[in-house]
């Protein structure tokens, strides 16, 4: 297997850039067409939409699908944790609370795959350094949600749990994905995979339950916004992931996570007039110093400025070799 390089150039910046863009949109897209659609409607359209894009793109560089019963059992098993669960619980969150604050508490992710990974796997244990920023993170998720939510579950408090349990879904996805390293299966057609399957259970079952037919008609905002969500939100996000994992690694493809919820706070406050209360500046600073904490370069660089002479100190001592992904 090829080595990635660890370091990023200006494109891959930029990519990055993009990426916290797109995803941090999506939270845009659902606030304006949740007021229009039902929520299991909502997701229909932007997995089939999505997985109608991916599909033709698939088709357009000459590559085809598998037909590996098996395979298509693994790819359901992730659309499930990556975009049934996450994008319903998101989208039902997103009906009763505000797009930045759904964001914010989206970027908990990575906490809750650093605790996962310990348990489920064999060689992603926590150190004392994921430690710290799980317990940095966690005390962020708290401090937006607020001692209030002790006193009773009402409908505020559950929409927050519910954008809590898509990221402990996604969480888990990224544990079972890790099946796929040993797959003869491309990141693309893996992506088109999962969000097919994701659009053949989600469809039939809004038509089921919903029968969006009935409702009114929404406005063509609304349906931009749907087009968003779907084509850029999700295909070309997928696209533009799948570059940065390809040249960057999926370390530095987590920093990512620092920048969605601000993508999402800048186009809800400038588009949608909301506001955020100053609890939630101050969780996503604590978010932030946690996902600092589990990636560790940022501690490294201050390290090395403050104690500049600390290896000279103890020369037989080797620095270990820089980790790939």
């Known amino acids: 297997m090829k080595a990635v390089n660890s ?67 693994a790819f359901l098993g992730m659309g499930f944790l990556n975009n049934m669960v996450p994008f319903s619980l998101i989208v039902w969150g997103q009906a009763h609370i505000s797009s930045g604050l759904a964001s914010i508490l989206n970027a908990s992710t990575p906490f809750f795959t650093v605790v996962a990974a310990h ?16 317990v940095l993170g966690v ?25 809590i349990g898509a990221a402990i879904s996604y969480a888990l996805a990224g544990i079972y994905g890790r099946r796929f390293r040993n ?24 038509l089921m ?3 969006p037919w009935i409702q009114p008609l929404p406005a063509m905002e609304v349906w931009w916004a749907v087009l968003g969500l779907a084509l850029l939100s999700t295909a070309l996000a997928y696209i533009v992931y799948f570059r940065i994992l ?3 690694g999926a370390t530095n493809l987590l920093l990512v996570t620092f920048l969605i919820p601000i993508s999402a706070m800048l186009l809800g406050t400038a588009i949608l ?53």
């Open 273 to 325: 007039g909301e506001q955020l209360e100053p609890k939630h500046f101050g969780g996503i600073g604590l978010i932030g110093l946690g996902l600092a904490a589990i990636d560790g370069r940022l501690f490294g660089i201050l390290r090395r400025s403050l104690f500049p002479n600390r290896r000279k100190a103890s020369p037989t001592l080797k620095e270990p070799p820089e980790r790939v992904d």
């Open 7 to 73: 370091s990023m150039g200006l494109l891959e910046w930029l990519l990055i850039v993009a990426l916290s863009v797109l995803w941090g949109g999506s939270f845009f897209f659902v606030e304006v067409a949740v007021g229009a659609l039902a929520p299991f409607t909502i997701v229909a359209l932007r997995v089939g939409l999505a997985a109608l894009a991916l599909n033709i793109i698939v088709l357009a560089m000459g590559l085809r699908m598998p037909r590996n019963r098996q395979l298509w059992s």
């Open 119 to 134: 348990y489920l796997t064999s060689d992603e244990k926590m150190t004392g350094r994921r430690l710290a920023g799980v």
């Open 183 to 206: 797959l003869d299966c491309s990141p693309l057609i893996t992506a088109t995979g999962q969000v097919t399957t994701s659009a053949i259970v989600l469809v039939p079952l809004a």
């Open 246 to 248: 390809a040249t960057a």
């Open 209 to 211: 339950i919903e029968q």
């Open 139 to 163: 005390a962020g998720v708290v401090f937006m949600i607020g001692l209030e939510a002790l006193e009773g579950l009402v409908i505020n408090t559950l929409a927050q749990l519910a954008v």
